[in-house]
């Protein structure tokens, strides 16, 4: 049993190697409009104890999904069609609301893509990260002020005070961030879910935001799930990177591995998109590198590889049927038939 900082029991295996566990969980979106949108088509995913995991993929792949499934907060037209979630080696899917209302913000919580909008425009910045200390510690007014400073040193406002009573249309989009992440990390969550945090950053002030989540990570043995469409975002950071394309995994391997040796085909082209050509002069027209072909329609999978319509190596075998997960080399799956039938 573990305590909650407002003194409530919860059933929590704090022994567990893993912050999460993710198995075979399949997401369906419905609508009256449209056709059934399959946003993650059995994921399976661990991340453990102070590890650093990224979700490496285009836009509509699932990586968001599956951070909101990680919180239980998805849109009321998505339903789990299967699949177990273990926060702590605890059972996500069969808690109530109230349940999960201990759970996020104390053992999970979420960093926001746009602060912007996740910021209350009407509170200041002391407050909002005020609210969740109030919501899960038993403290009074003082108390909380004083965790809030700490919090906001720590995110690297130093003196704090300015900060403590500004609105966020005060601040620059990095403290903002900043602002976000105090919040996310107030009660020391198991994991900490950064979805596409620094996608309305500029180059260096991104570079700030990923030095200052290591920096948490090594203080606090924090584990994180960084989601992010840029490769070069995992550079130096992830410990491991797994690749999704259409609701599945296609590939997974340490963060060294996957950026310096691509296996499946669709990672190889994510990682040339990094590499823009060079141009040698100012009259020579380059093309920018793309992937080839039409995004994937999710309310319509091929029968066969998902990838298969834009791979420039797809095989006859690949439109007949999905292909299984291979291990071309040591704790390397790939799904892909150029390394196994």
């Not at 059934?36 to 490496?56: F, H, Q």
């Not at 090594?218 to 992010?228: F, R, Y």
Request: glycine content about 8%; hydrophobic content about 40%; charged content about 20%.
């Amino acid at each position: 049993m573990g305590k909650n900082l407002n003194g409530r029991l919860l059933p929590v295996d704090s022994s567990t190697k893993y912050s999460a566990q993710v198995r075979e969980l399949a997401i369906t979106y419905f609508s009256k409009d449209s056709d059934p949108v399959r946003a993650l088509d059995g994921i399976s995913i661990d991340i453990g104890a102070g590890e650093i995991v990224g979700i490496l993929g285009e836009s509509g792949c699932g990586k968001s999904t599956l951070a909101g499934a990680l919180l239980r907060l998805l849109a009321p037209n998505a339903k789990c069609k299967g699949g177990t979630i273990l926060i702590r080696g605890r059972e996500l899917l069969k808690l109530s609301e109230k349940e999960l209302r201990f759970i996020r913000g104390r053992l999970i919580s979420r960093i926001p893509q746009d602060p912007a909008l996740a910021l209350n425009p009407v509170m200041t910045a002391g407050s909002q990260i005020g609210e969740v200390l109030r919501a899960h510690w038993a403290s009074n007014a003082q108390q909380r002020r004083t965790r809030v400073m700490e919090l906001l040193q720590e995110v690297s406002f130093d003196p704090p005070e300015q900060i403590y009573s500004a609105y966020p249309h005060q601040l620059s989009g990095g403290q903002r961030q900043r602002i976000a992440i105090a919040q996310a990390i107030a009660c020391r969550p198991a994991l900490l879910i950064a979805d596409e945090p620094t996608s309305k950053l500029d180059a260096a002030l991104q570079g700030e935001i990923i030095a200052l989540l290591s920096q948490i990570r090594q203080q606090h043995g924090t584990a994180i799930l960084l989601i992010s469409h840029d490769p070069a975002l995992f550079a130096g950071f992830a410990d491991r990177i797994t690749v999704m394309y259409a609701g599945r995994i296609v590939e997974a391997g340490s963060s060294a591995e996957i950026l310096g040796r691509p296996l499946h085909p669709y990672t190889q082209a994510l990682i040339r998109l990094m590499m823009p050509p060079v141009v040698a002069g100012s009259r020579v027209r380059t093309r920018l590198p793309a992937i080839e072909g039409e995004p994937f329609d999710p309310t319509c999978f091929p029968v066969g590889c998902r990838f298969a319509p834009r791979c420039v190596e797809r095989m006859d075998v690949c439109s007949r049927r999905y292909p299984g997960e291979f291990l071309p080399e040591p704790s390397r799956p790939v799904n892909c038939f150029k390394y196994g039938e």
